[in-house]
């Protein structure tokens, strides 16, 4: 009984701040990424230059000006990400908005998938990582470097649009659950529900061949959450890239819409169950940015300049509700920290590579462990 008592007291020391009186609450994380979504339309909306048949290939463009276009910034961005705008960016913060000398960059100067999600994951670029090749990443992550550790082992998972992210998170050395590409979801708490999901999968024409459709990434997503209840959940969406890249203005935008509500769905999901309710942090971001004229938007890399642009938004019990974050400059390298960091953990004191955590954006408490 004693034993016990003093454990209790050791854990409320660890998680409060004496100088505010404030406990740290986060307990769960998950983590979105949005593939190749660019800043202009996350801060923007749609972009008026790129909605017609000749720019974007759209299809039906009186169609998509009716749902995506406004002339005021505000509700146009709003129209385009509604959930992002009325919740994440009123509760939480958002990082990336070059109009209010806000940069986010991505410093691995490859400037594509890879080497960013490398990049995101380790809090570090990798000079060596410079293909989308299937090669399992040699550096750990921020999700294997928790999933050591005993309160998260088993307790980390992914689910992804993109086959190659086994070999980036390194499910091989890590033994974390990756569900990635068109590999058959699992854990529907309703079995049929589950074969439906999966026959639906196997019925449809597979457009990209290593890239399934965001729908199936978060309907097994939503569901391992909710019959596992994970404490670490990686969720990445691929679409709004590929899209991007077939020149589609018009599905990229549908694609980024769908999002909004795929991060509404894992959000109001999280805080349906106890043991995720308001104690469940969020973080999003994008692998990389793109070019910003007629051809340059369908691209990313070296050569398209604004590339390296990138946001970041964060939502959770630990975060201030600052909003659109002003006249600062930070890292792609500095999310894996912040990870960290929201969960009480100081993963930047690992290795000397590691970027810091995101200023201001965790509630400072007297809690960050070291390893």
Not at 142 to 151: A, G, K, T, Y
Request: one cysteine or more.
């Amino acid at each position: 009984m004693f034993t016990a008592v003093v454990v209790q007291l050791f854990c409320l020391f660890m998680t409060v701040d004496f100088a505010t009186g404030e406990q740290r609450r986060t307990k769960n994380l998950i983590l979105i990424t949005l593939d190749g979504l660019r800043w202009q339309e996350l801060f923007g909306g749609a972009d008026q230059r790129l909605m017609t048949k000749a720019t974007g290939g759209v299809r039906d463009v009186e169609s998509l000006k009716r749902r995506f276009w406004a002339d005021d910034n505000a509700e146009r961005r709003e129209q385009l990400l509604p959930y992002f705008w009325r919740t994440i960016a009123k509760e939480g913060q958002v990082l990336g908005d070059i109009s209010v000398d806000c940069h986010v960059r991505v410093t691995n100067g490859r400037y594509f998938s890879y080497p960013g999600y490398s990049e995101i994951l380790c809090g570090f670029p990798d000079s060596k990582i410079n293909s989308n090749a299937k090669r399992y990443n040699k550096n750990v992550t921020v999700l294997e470097w928790l999933h050591r550790r005993p309160e998260y082992k088993g307790r980390v998972a992914a689910f992804t649009s993109w086959d190659v992210f086994p070999y980036i998170i390194n499910d091989k050395r890590s033994g974390i659950y990756i569900n990635a590409g068109w590999r058959e979801l699992e854990f529907f708490a309703d079995k049929q529900r589950e074969v439906e999901w999966n026959d639906l999968a196997r019925t449809l024409p597979k457009y990209w061949p290593g890239v399934r459709y965001d729908v199936f990434t978060s309907a097994g997503a939503l569901e391992y959450l909710k019959t596992q209840r994970p404490r670490v959940l990686y969720v990445a969406l691929g679409e709004t890239d590929d899209w991007a890249h077939d020149g589609r203005y018009d599905l990229y935008l549908d694609a980024a819409n769908r999002s909004d509500r795929i991060i509404q769905d894992l959000w109001e999901t999280a805080q349906s169950l106890e043991s995720h309710r308001n104690c469940t942090s969020m973080v999003i971001t994008t692998d990389h940015g793109r070019g910003d004229d007629r051809e340059g938007w369908k691209s990313h890399g070296i050569l398209q300049a604004g590339s390296d642009h990138i946001w970041i938004a964060v939502l959770g019990p630990d975060t201030p509700a600052l909003g659109i974050r002003r006249n600062m400059e930070v890292t792609q390298s500095q999310v894996a920290a912040t990870v960290a960091q929201l969960l009480g953990e100081d993963y930047s004191a690992v290795n000397t590579q590691i970027g810091s955590p995101l200023p201001g954006v965790v509630r400072q408490l007297e809690n960050t462990k070291r390893e």
